[in-house]
């Protein structure tokens, strides 16, 4: 019997340790593994450094001698569906001041989506209605494996990086470009969105013999402009679930679509090290 509850403590230490929260913002520096790839696969990063309240989002900032990486990582299906109707923002400030202005600034993923469904005149709104009355018959399991489906097959679409400073001119370059900067992002079979960006050091202007301080930015963009209700009711864009309630549900559909609309962000300090 004392072994039995010997071993119950263990059990309840252990689970509590593991319970502990992770805190809202990376605090120290992280060096790379050394088997990083940049490929949406969540390989190396086996845990994270921060698990941020404003935005849902895991993530972890990390570099070696030659790039500066942000693996991160959603859960929540309202985190995934805003990242989805605007991307995610990465901005670093090589001043280490908290300016969005001064700063060089990734957006990714930048999701095309499939405006088939829009016919002219009453076909359009007919395909819409029968989408519609198809996503009513199905089980939430079924949207949710819909839904699902549709975000793999929009990602491994996805052909550009947006890209603000760097020295580069174009707003957009190709996600196989000659400047070095790597951003892929799957959903994983738990069906959480996994991302990976890797930042060149010298697109920054900084090197890690510098021990330089930087101050970074993560950003949820959420939906800018556009008829936001007509995209919620015709599927578009990933959003999934039936009933026009575009995979929010519940009572909190109102407050789902008002935060779809407005972004989240947060900004961060991070020290480049050897």
Not at 182 to 206: H, R, T
């Amino acid at each position: 019997m004392t072994l039995f509850y010997a071993f119950l403590l263990l059990y309840c230490t252990s689970l509590t340790t593991y319970a502990q929260k992770l805190p809202d913002l990376q605090t120290n520096s992280v060096s790379a593994p050394a088997t990083t790839r940049i490929d949406g696969k969540n390989l190396e990063w086996n845990t994270f450094s921060a698990e941020n309240k404003r935005t849902g989002l895991l993530y972890t900032i990390a570099n070696d001698d030659k790039n500066l990486y942000l693996a991160l990582k959603a859960t929540s299906s309202e985190v995934i569906n805003k990242i989805f109707a605007g991307g995610i923002s990465f901005s670093i400030n090589a001043k280490g001041k908290k300016r969005e202005e001064d700063a060089s600034t990734i957006t990714y993923p930048l999701v095309v989506r499939n405006n088939a469904n829009r016919g002219a005149g009453g076909q359009g709104g007919t395909s819409r209605q029968r989408m519609g009355q198809g996503r009513a018959d199905q089980s939430q399991e079924q949207k949710d494996s819909t839904a699902f489906e549709q975000r793999k097959a929009q990602l491994a679409a996805i052909k550009e990086i947006k890209v603000k400073g760097f020295n580069i001119t174009d707003s957009l370059i190709s996600i196989y470009n000659e400047y070095g900067i790597k951003a892929v992002a799957k959903m994983d079979e738990q069906k959480a969105y996994f991302c990976e960006i890797a930042i060149p050091l010298a697109a920054l202007e900084v090197a890690v013999n510098d021990k330089k301080e930087i101050a970074y930015q993560i950003k949820l963009n959420g939906r800018q402009g556009g008829n936001f209700t007509q995209r919620i009711n015709s599927g578009v864009g990933g959003f999934g679930g039936g009933n026009n309630r575009g995979g929010f549900g519940g009572g909190n559909n109102n407050a789902a679509q008002q935060d779809l609309m407005v972004a989240t962000d947060f900004w961060g300090k991070y020290i480049i090290q050897k």
